[in-house]
């Protein structure tokens, strides 16, 4: 199919649509009536929008001289479209389209769709609630489902009278049918997309409006839990201000309502005044949270509201510009979280979460950030890593390099220029080059245009770039990793404690620091490797104290990038994790895990003492100083690093009473800190004692709020008999939530005992499975397989059978999954020779 057919023709362009819904929820469909205001700017027999999975059984058009007359209709599945033909030519101006259709509420967590909970008196109940990004509003109303297609939506539903609804404004009209329904009118939208309408009707309970400047701020959760709602309400008013702030132009909304959906394919939903969660990314009880699950809730609420001026305010022109949409919500969402709360330092953990990014795209099959979109299908495969990470990383890079006010007022300029429309990504970097008088563009190109990221060397205070890969490339296969970049390099020499700022391009430039000891990347935010030569490495090694903990964090994991690609041995690398010491910062101990994880899957099992040995003599100093208990007045970040060196301690360690300890708080009848509840149930699951599996799932069962019901869930993965390794994947494929299912199945997968045999399940379910999951999901759920490395015959089976069953969605991230497992098989085969001896030196 060529790709223009993708796209209607623009003909006929809708203004205004009166949609008129009513969910029977028991029945699981709907009826409705639209009737859509178009301009006709040529004379049309036929009408052409988009429509899936609804039957139209009446439509008529309305011309202005205000004759109406019926049409007929055709559809086409294969591009999800509608044509209404009609008997006399409509003529040029306005006319009105009038479509009474019936649809299903499905439960592909799509569309307009059915989600399910049990309440208090453990009665299931039935929610009818829309996901319409990417291509999905078609599925319940027939429309222009193009993101440029921009319309004012004015929505009624007509819902049973005992349950709540929402839309993305607020009600104007209400009235009590004959029969008991209600019927709800909603005001009209500013003019937006058809991505961005919702429509929720269930038995909800919404916290009393908090006023935020004139705007009315609901928490809508699933009744029985606005014990859970205060939290996202407290983030939610102060993202509001943030970004009127930010931005400097008010809240486009009416209202703001913040919806908890019990079954919810992604993490949230930046639908205009009415944004959509799963549980755990809105509802919490702080006092038995840990750190990082509110953390995630004021990420993920601030992300979102975000998108209510960039994205919704203003929106790509098409699927393409996603990227833009999607990093610049991140960027933002970490802006506001480091505001919220400083003392989490977000943009450190950021600066790290770029890591996730860097890891696949230093992969040949990699892809440029900004990519053509054609079908449905590639705009959803756009949402992975590369678009969040490694966007928000880029943009957080210019910002650095740039300054943080010259590039506010770009985007504020950006934001004003094309409010109300749409725009694409060079429209914003025209704006930050106005602001900044910086060639913006000719920067951005080389990042966003072409895949990859360079690796920068210093070598005498001279720098130069090369492209990063962890591999060769195979014979006569492409690569989309870039050539050079326009590397905006920040140098701090820690001699002379001056930071030089390059813009480092295919000529190696002199810094002219001769042999100060230099470090590359200062400040963190490059999204490029660093490599030192001999001489520049003597010098900087010594002075690791002196960084800060990004750039220490940036140069372990450089170190073991390079470790991996062969570019250095891996006892250098465990040199540098044994240098140091006393760190605090959670991630530059999370490298040296990583590591050792690798290690693990790889040694046999006669060798394990090793290992084990290695593992605490690396991590058990800097263990014991933290102990299990937290100190009064810690730094907020030590709760994370202390579960992480406790768990690894008690599973790749091995140590005794790391193990015990665990056990004890897993047997107690205390509910365990929940900073602590991830590491103890990491070490319950390899432990394995009899009848732990059915205490996780009980307490999964049981637990008190969204976030230990799936730690508790997901734990289930990490038990390593066959048996329960067969549990957990017929749990999966019957009453696990179709939401959290492939998520559990792909942590079974990296369960070094039993991943092997749960990828052979699901490839022996495959088509059940992925008709089962969301489809967003289906990438992510087989990302694991790039584990299997120490299984070279599983492995390649999986290869194969992954490239003869490509996804629909996301089949670029299931290849970059197989040319991990190639690079991690060929790592395992380079270290293995020499391993045990290694690990011995590490550990004496
Ligand atoms: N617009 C997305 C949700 C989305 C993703 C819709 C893919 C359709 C396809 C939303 O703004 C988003 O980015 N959600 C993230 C959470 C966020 C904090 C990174 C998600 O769902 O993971
Ligand atoms: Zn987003």
């Given at each position: 199919m060529a790709g223009d057919d993708y796209r209607l023709p623009r003909t006929v362009a809708p203004t205004r649509y009166q949609l008129h819904l009513e969910p029977d929820l028991d029945a699981a469909t709907f009826t409705g009536l639209a009737r859509i205001d178009l301009d006709v700017a040529d004379d049309v027999l036929e009408i052409t929008c988009n429509a899936i999975e609804l039957e139209i059984t009446e439509a008529q058009i309305e011309t202005q001289e205000g004759r109406t007359s019926s049409a007929t209709w055709t559809y086409d599945e294969a591009l999800e479209r509608v044509t209404f033909t009609f008997a006399e030519p409509v003529s040029i101006g306005e006319a009105v389209l009038h479509v009474r259709y019936q649809g299903i509420l499905n439960?592909?967590?799509?569309?307009f769709y059915r989600s399910t909970f049990v309440d208090a008196e453990g009665q299931r109940r039935t929610i009818a609630t829309t996901q319409f990004?990417?291509?999905?509003?078609r599925r319940a109303f027939p429309c222009?489902?193009?993101?440029?297609r921009k319309a004012v939506f004015e929505v009624t539903l007509t819902v049973p009278g005992d349950l709540a609804a929402y839309s993305n404004s607020p009600v104007v009209a209400e009235r009590v049918l004959d029969d008991g329904r209600r019927e709800l009118t909603y005001a009209p939208t500013m003019?937006?997309?058809?991505?961005?309408v919702a429509f929720v009707v269930g038995p909800f309970e919404a916290t009393a409006p908090v006023d935020v400047d004139g705007v009315p701020l609901r928490v809508v959760y699933p009744?029985?839990?606005?014990?859970?709602?205060t939290f996202a309400l407290e983030i939610g008013a102060f993202a509001l201000r943030y970004f009127s702030e930010y931005f400097a132009?008010?809240?486009?909304?009416d209202k703001l309502d913040l919806v908890a959906i019990?079954?919810?394919?992604?993490?949230?939903?930046?639908?205009?005044g009415c944004v959509t969660f799963r549980e755990t990314a809105l509802l919490a009880d702080p006092a038995q949270a840990s750190r990082l699950s509110l953390e995630r809730i004021v990420d993920v609420v601030a992300h979102e509201i975000a998108h209510m001026?960039?994205?919704?305010l203003v929106t790509m022109?098409?699927?393409?510009?996603i990227w833009l949409n999607e990093a610049f919500a991140t960027f933002m969402e970490v802006s506001c979280t480091d505001a919220f709360?400083?003392?989490?330092q977000r943009w450190v953990s950021f600066g790290i979460e770029k890591e996730m990014a860097m890891a696949i795209d230093g992969l040949h099959t990699t892809r440029p950030i900004e990519y053509e979109v054609r079908s449905p299908d590639d705009a959803n495969g756009m949402f992975d890593v590369l678009t969040y990470e490694k966007g928000g990383s880029v943009l957080r890079m210019l910002q650095q390099y740039l300054g943080e006010d010259a590039f506010r007022d770009g985007v504020r300029l950006y934001l004003q220029r094309h409010r109300y429309a749409n725009a694409v990504t060079v429209d914003l970097w025209n704006a930050i080059e106005e602001a900044s008088g910086q060639p913006v563009r000719q920067i951005m190109d080389t990042w966003i245009l072409q895949g990859g990221h360079p690796i920068v060397t210093i070598d005498g205070g001279v720098v130069t770039q090369a492209p990063f890969a962890y591999g060769p490339k195979g014979d006569g296969a492409a690569s989309a990793i870039g050539e050079t970049w326009e590397v905006p390099v920040l140098a701090r020499?820690?001699?002379?404690g001056a930071t030089t700022k390059v813009l480092l391009g295919t000529s190696p430039v002199d810094l002219?620091?001769?042999?100060?000891?230099v470090l590359l990347n200062a400040g963190g935010s490059g999204v490029y490797r660093s490599a030192y030569a001999a001489a520049d490495a003597a010098a900087l090694v010594p002075r690791l104290?002196?960084?800060?903990p990004l750039e220490r964090a940036n140069l372990l994991n450089d170190a073991w990038a390079a470790t991996q690609a062969g570019q250095m041995d891996l006892e250098a690398f465990f040199a540098l994790g044994g240098a140091l010491?006393?760190?605090?910062?959670?991630s530059t101990w999370q490298s040296v895990i990583r590591a050792l994880q690798m290690c693990s899957r790889i040694i046999d099992d006669e060798n394990r003492a090793v290992l084990e040995a290695a593992t605490v003599r690396l991590l058990g100093a800097k263990a014991a100083a933290l102990g299990w208990e937290p100190v009064a007045?810690?730094?907020?970040?030590t709760p994370n690093l202390r579960a992480s060196l406790l768990g690894a301690l008690g599973?790749?360690?091995?140590d005794r009473a790391t193990i015990d300890a665990a056990l004890s708080r897993f047997d107690a009848t205390d509910p365990i800190n929940p900073d602590l509840v991830q590491c103890v149930l990491e070490i319950v699951g390899d432990q394995g004692r009899a009848g732990d599996y059915d205490r996780v799932l009980e307490h999964h069962h049981h637990a008190p709020t969204p976030q230990l019901e799936v730690q508790y869930l997901q734990a289930?993965?990490?038990?390593?008999t066959a048996e329960l390794a067969e549990r957990t994947f017929e749990l999966c494929r019957s009453e696990v939530r179709t939401q959290d299912a492939p998520f559990v199945l792909g942590a079974a997968i990296a369960n070094p005992a039993t991943g092997a045999a749960t990828w052979g399940r699901i490839a022996a379910h495959w088509e059940e499975l992925l008709g089962r999951?969301?489809?967003?999901?289906h990438s992510r759920m087989v990302?694991?397989?790039?584990?299997?490395?120490?299984?070279p015959t599983v492995a390649s089976e999986a290869i194969a059978f992954l490239t003869a069953h490509p996804?629909?969605?996301g089949q670029q991230s299931v290849k970059q999954s197989l040319e991990r497992l190639a690079n991690n098989l060929a790592f395992a085969e380079r270290i293995r020779p020499t391993l045990v001896e290694v690990l011995r030196r590490v550990a004496s």
């Open positions: 439960d592909q967590l799509h569309g990004e990417a291509t999905d509003a222009w489902d193009e993101p440029d003019k937006m997309s058809t991505y961005l009744v029985g839990k606005g014990h859970l709602a132009i008010a809240y486009p909304g019990p079954d919810f394919a992604f993490g949230a939903m930046e639908n205009l001026w960039f994205g919704d022109g098409w699927w393409e510009g709360r400083p003392e989490w020499s820690l001699t002379s002219e620091l001769g042999r100060e000891a104290a002196e960084l800060s010491g006393d760190d605090g910062e959670p007045g810690e730094d907020e970040r599973t790749l360690g091995g289930l993965a990490g038990f390593g999951f969301p489809a967003n999901a990302s694991t397989v790039s584990t299997l490395y120490a299984h996804v629909a969605t």
